[in-house]
């Protein structure tokens, strides 16, 4: 079933389905759901005149009276896609979803809940003293404590607002923030390189100034994709402008992912605590006949390893949950804007929302449990290589299974991102979705949009200037404050990376808006250039000259064009 109910007696036509998947897909739920995008006006128009029934005149006899003939059926006002614009009471909306991956979805909230109750078990062990302000932020002796909190909490506003700023600053200049990211890179690069020259790293020095100055030669052959990446961008920023709770739900969700990552850091602190019950030792002698003791705790080895997975399939479980939602609402604005009839549903976000939490959540967490597998096999394999182990074997081995990881991992998060457009456009399993993201590429030329498109370089310079300045911020504070727990400066570095981290990934996720807009805007194109074509003529035109595989028919094995 489709979008829309095939209910032939309000003369409505289904659009066909995607040209590489023959199968349709319910949709969701009251508030707007998977719809197949429309088939061109020609097309329709063919389609239409091929189900018209023909009236056929009797033979002529004078001495017979016939009835005059039935008047034509009236026709009503069709919109775009065959729909009339009232979709909260047409008959063609379809009111039956369907929950894809349900298995998923319920695996994760079992072990969501699990995580919940190690939490509470790990944060009682933390100190009693943890958190109580002694009125003075200079004489903090606990690290866990009310004026360590307002640093952190001074690091999520700055990040918040200098994110916010840049994304304005984007809208405003698309095409300069262009050409500045990819100067600042190389800039990046070459002041990296001469940094670890002057501390005397040779070999790491000599090897980024190299690739700093390549990459400014490749300006040359990089130049003629800015005006195709200026006007993605400027498209991408106009749709946030017509959908600002595009941003709005982007610092939602950095919301619930902030209170997430507290929790679980505070989690894994008591976790130390309260898993040293489970330790045992014992005694032992070596070969010259000394005693030593050694002490394992294989309980709390694995209460770590499955934190770690936690929060990697969490976060990114939240983290695609909004790419999605943002991605349905990217796509009923590609597909249905300036259509006659309008949009399909009058809250078009809340309704990707909708979608993305109940029927497609199920193939999110799918998606998400294969990479969050991934990224906890390479933390293993990290922790081994980082325990100083002299068994040069045993090191090779995870240098090289950790390196082929992420590769793997790589690939898959790439993967990951359109198949997550492909089910929040059609609502597919994340089986068929990532089959089709596979044929999207491999037929259409997807993967040149995405190569030439230089967005990322923008997102990417965003995020290390927010870092930046983020961990700048940081380190004034515990230089200002002086807390008595750092007099050493044993905390000074790990605060001021753990702000750099922080800043990073909240940069990203505010901007997520950005890079979901531009990864549906390709995949959407793909599936229906006709769409383009009306929404925005100047891109189609520049995809059509440059990339013609993108907008050409994709043939079958039979050499049937869809």
């Known amino acids: 079933m489709s979008y829309y109910n095939n209910d032939n007696s309000n003369n409505y036509y289904p659009p066909p389905p995607p040209p590489h998947q023959q199968q349709q897909y319910d949709n969701?739920?009251?508030?707007?759901?998977?719809?197949?995008?429309?088939?061109?006006?020609?097309?329709?128009?063919?389609?239409?005149?091929?189900?018209?029934?023909?009236?056929?005149?009797?033979?002529?006899?004078?001495?017979?009276?016939?009835?005059?003939?039935?008047?034509?059926?009236?026709?009503?006002?069709?919109?775009?896609?065959?729909?009339?614009g009232d979709f909260k009471g047409a008959k063609q909306y379809n009111r039956t979803p369907k929950f894809r991956d349900l298995w998923a979805a319920l695996l994760f909230l079992a072990h969501f809940a699990l995580f919940v109750v190690m939490a509470v078990l790990f944060i009682k062990a933390l100190p009693s003293s943890a958190f109580k302000y002694s009125g003075q932020l200079k004489y903090t002796k606990n690290f866990y404590s009310w004026p360590t909190m307002i640093m952190w909490l001074c690091v999520l506003l700055a990040s918040i607002v200098f994110s916010v700023l840049y994304l304005l600053i984007l809208q405003m200049f698309a095409g300069q923030m262009l050409v500045i990211s990819f100067w600042f890179s190389v800039l990046v690069m070459i002041g990296t390189g001469a940094y670890y020259l002057a501390a005397k790293i040779w070999f790491a020095g000599a090897l980024m100034v190299i690739?700093?100055?390549?990459?400014?030669?490749?300006?040359?052959?990089?130049?003629?994709?800015?005006?195709?990446?200026?006007?993605v961008l400027q498209t991408v920023c106009?749709?946030?402008?017509?959908?600002?709770?595009?941003?709005?739900?982007?610092?939602?969700?950095?919301?619930?992912?902030?209170?997430?990552?507290?929790?679980?850091?505070?989690?894994?602190?008591?976790?130390?605590?309260?898993?040293?019950?489970?330790?045992?030792?014992?005694?032992?002698?070596?070969?010259?006949?000394?005693?030593y003791q050694s002490c394992s705790n294989p309980k709390e080895i694995l209460a770590w390893i499955y934190m770690v997975f936690s929060f990697y399939w969490t976060s990114s479980v939240i983290l695609n949950v909004l790419h999605t939602t943002i991605s349905g609402t990217f796509a009923t604005y590609y597909f249905f804007e300036g259509a006659p009839g309008g949009y399909p549903t009058k809250h078009v976000m809340l309704s990707s929302l909708k979608r993305s939490t109940t029927n497609s959540f199920g193939s999110i967490c799918f998606g998400s449990l294969i990479v969050a597998l991934i990224q906890t096999v390479r933390s293993v394999l990290r922790a081994i290589r980082g325990q100083g182990?002299?068994?040069?074997?045993?090191?090779?081995?995870?240098?090289?299974?950790?390196?082929?990881?992420?590769?793997?991992?790589?690939?898959?998060?790439?993967?990951?991102?359109?198949?997550?457009?492909?089910?929040?456009?059609?609502?597919?399993?994340?089986?068929?979705?990532?089959?089709?993201?596979?044929?999207?590429?491999?037929?259409?030329?997807?993967?040149?949009?995405?190569?030439?498109?230089?967005?990322?370089?923008?997102?990417?310079?965003?995020?290390?200037?927010?870092?930046?300045v983020v961990a700048l911020i940081a380190w004034l504070y515990i230089t200002i404050t002086k807390p008595e727990y750092n007099s050493t400066g044993s905390y000074t570095a790990p605060i001021i990376l753990s702000a750099f981290i922080i800043a990073m990934s909240m940069f990203m996720v505010l901007l997520k808006c950005i890079d979901s807009g531009a990864a549906t805007t390709f995949v959407c194109l793909a599936e229906d250039p006709e769409a383009m074509q009306r929404n925005n003529p100047e891109l189609y035109r520049m995809v059509r000259e440059a990339y013609p595989n993108v907008v050409r028919g994709v043939r079958d094995n039979n050499n049937n064009s869809y």
Not at 215 to 230: E, N, V
Not at 245 to 260: K, P
């Open 389 to 468: 182990n002299d068994n040069i074997a045993v090191q090779l081995i995870a240098c090289c299974v950790d390196c082929i990881l992420g590769c793997i991992e790589g690939l898959v998060e790439f993967f990951n991102k359109y198949a997550y457009v492909e089910i929040a456009i059609y609502g597919k399993p994340f089986t068929q979705a990532a089959k089709d993201t596979w044929s999207l590429i491999k037929d259409r030329g997807v993967d040149a949009l995405i190569n030439d498109c230089l967005i990322g370089n923008v997102l990417q310079m965003g995020s290390f200037l927010c870092a930046a």
């Open 211 to 231: 690739f700093g100055i390549f990459y400014a030669l490749m300006w040359f052959s990089w130049r003629h994709r800015i005006p195709f990446s200026k006007l």
């Open 28 to 84: 969701s739920g009251n508030g707007g759901g998977y719809y197949q995008p429309p088939p061109p006006q020609q097309q329709q128009y063919q389609q239409y005149q091929q189900q018209q029934p023909f009236y056929q005149p009797p033979p002529v006899n004078n001495n017979a009276h016939y009835p005059p003939p039935p008047p034509p059926p009236q026709q009503q006002h069709q919109g775009f896609g065959g729909f009339d």
């Open 238 to 291: 106009r749709i946030t402008r017509r959908f600002p709770s595009t941003m709005v739900i982007s610092l939602v969700f950095l919301i619930i992912q902030t209170a997430y990552s507290a929790l679980w850091s505070l989690a894994f602190a008591g976790s130390f605590k309260h898993m040293e019950k489970y330790q045992s030792c014992s005694m032992h002698t070596d070969r010259n006949g000394r005693q």
